[in-house]
């Protein structure tokens, strides 16, 4: 089992950044698949990115791409994602989740995970 708490969500103006950071509890990160969703007012859970347990691939989700990057260090038990050039669309509470994968490949789907964190908001004002 592990247990995830991010950090980092916060009030940003358009355009400029923020970085997100998912601490893991456990020590077999390295065997979960980890993958960042968010839910925005009155919208459904989006996939925003994901990695693979070695970190060696990735996935984004076409609203984020070129923009967000997610990265992971399983040394410390922690998966960081990057936000540039933010809009005020990307506004929503910002989920990590962990899935515990015996191959190493990203996983987009918000149903494939088993642990979740509790989520920290992120406001993009215009």
């Known amino acids: 089992q592990v247990q995830l708490v991010e950090s980092g969500g916060g009030l940003v103006q358009a355009g400029g950044s923020l970085t997100l950071s998912c601490a893991a509890s456990?020590?077999?990160?390295?065997?979960?698949?980890m993958g960042w969703f968010r839910q925005g007012p009155g919208k459904e859970r989006e996939s925003v990115a994901a990695?693979?347990?070695?970190?060696?691939?990735?996935h984004y989700g076409d609203s984020v791409k070129g923009r967000f990057t997610i990265s992971r260090d399983n040394a410390k038990n922690t998966v960081t994602l990057q936000m540039n050039n933010l809009q005020p669309g990307d506004t929503a509470v910002y989920y990590c989740?962990?899935?515990?994968?015996?191959?190493?490949?990203?996983?987009?789907?918000?149903?494939?995970?088993?642990?979740w964190g509790q989520g920290t908001q992120v406001t993009v004002s215009s």
């Open positions: 456990g020590r077999t990160f390295s065997s979960y698949a």
């Open positions: 990695i693979s347990r070695s970190g060696s691939s990735t």
């Open positions: 989740a962990a899935d515990q994968q015996s191959v190493d490949i990203p996983i987009m789907t918000p149903w494939r995970y088993d642990y």
